[in-house]
C-alpha cells in the first residue's frame, strides 16, 4: 500500500485585485502541474460581498479533480479574550450556539454562493473543543474532521506530522528528520499565502521527497469514502 498523503492548505481568502491571492494561484498551479492533489480550507466569511468571480473560482476549484474546498470556520477569529478574560479561539471556548452558528454560516455560504457542498472540516488554529464535538454532530454534511477528536463520529485525519517547523516556514531538514516512510496516512498542514520562493523551494523537496516514495496524494472526503467503501 502506498502511504497516503493529505495536503491541508489553511485559509484560502477573497483578494480584491487578483481574486485569489497570488501566492495561492501559485500553490494551486504548482499542484495541478505536479499532478498531486490538496485540500484548500475556505474561510467562510470571504464570501459574504465577494464578487461572482470569486464564487466561480471556489466552484471550478472544488469541481477540479485535484482539489477539495473544505470548511476552515467562519470568522477565523484566533486568541481572542472573553468576558472572564480567558483565551478563545473561534471553535474553543465558545458557547455551542456559536460554534454551531459559524458551522451553519459557512455551510450556507459555500452552497449559496459557490454551490458547494463542504464534506470536511479543520478548526482557525486547529482551536478545538467536547463543544465543537457536539455542533459538528448537528451539521450531518460534514464526514471528515482535520485534526479533530477521536470520540467524534466524523472521520478523523489526525495530526502525526508537521511541514511548517514553525507554522507559515516549511523546512525541509526538519521534515525529512521526522518523516516515516512506513506511517500509513499523513496530514501535512501548510499556509501557502505566508510562502515567499524559498518557502516554496523548501515545499518542493518536501513534495519531490513523498514522491520518491511513491506516496498517493488523497483529497480529505475521497480518503473517507475510501475507507467507508
Ligand atoms: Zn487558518
Known amino acids: 500500500m502506498p502511504q497516503t498523503i493529505i495536503l491541508k492548505a489553511d485559509d484560502i481568502r477573497y483578494d480584491p485585485e487578483h481574486i485569489l491571492p497570488v501566492r495561492w494561484q501559485t500553490f494551486i498551479t504548482y499542484i495541478t502541474e505536479q499532478n498531486i492533489n490538496a485540500g484548500l480550507g475556505l474561510i467562510g466569511n470571504s464570501l459574504e460581498g465577494a464578487p461572482s468571480r470569486y ?55 459555500a452552497k449559496e454562493k459557490a454551490n458547494i457542498i463542504l464534506r470536511t472540516f479543520g478548526a482557525t488554529g486547529n482551536g478545538i473543543d467536547d463543544t465543537t464535538t457536539e455542533a459538528l454532530a448537528q451539521v450531518p454534511e460534514l464526514k471528515v474532521w482535520l485534526y479533530g477528536k477521536n470520540e467524534s463520529p466524523l472521520y478523523n485525519l489526525k495530526r502525526t506530522i508537521n511541514l511548517e517547523y514553525p507554522v507559515h516556514n516549511p ?59
Request: hydrophobic fraction near 30%; proline fraction near 4%.
Open 171 to 229: 523546512d525541509f531538514a526538519s521534515f525529512q528528520e521526522n518523516y516515516d516512510s512506513d506511517q500509513p496516512c499523513l496530514v501535512l498542514q501548510m499556509h501557502p499565502n505566508s510562502w515567499d520562493d524559498q518557502r516554496f523551494g523548501q515545499f518542493d523537496q518536501i513534495i519531490q521527497l513523498l514522491k520518491k516514495h511513491n506516496a498517493a496524494f488523497v483529497l480529505p472526503y475521497d480518503s473517507y469514502l475510501q475507507q467507508s467503501a
Open 55 to 109: 464564487c466561480k473560482r471556489l466552484n471550478q476549484l472544488h469541481n477540479n479533480k485535484h482539489f477539495e474546498i473544505w470548511h476552515h470556520g467562519y470568522d477565523h477569529v484566533l486568541k481572542g479574550t472573553n468576558d472572564k478574560g480567558d483565551i478563545y479561539h473561534e471553535f474553543f471556548n465558545t458557547p455551542f450556539a456559536h460554534q454551531l452558528d459559524h458551522l451553519q454560516k459557512t455551510q450556507a455560504l
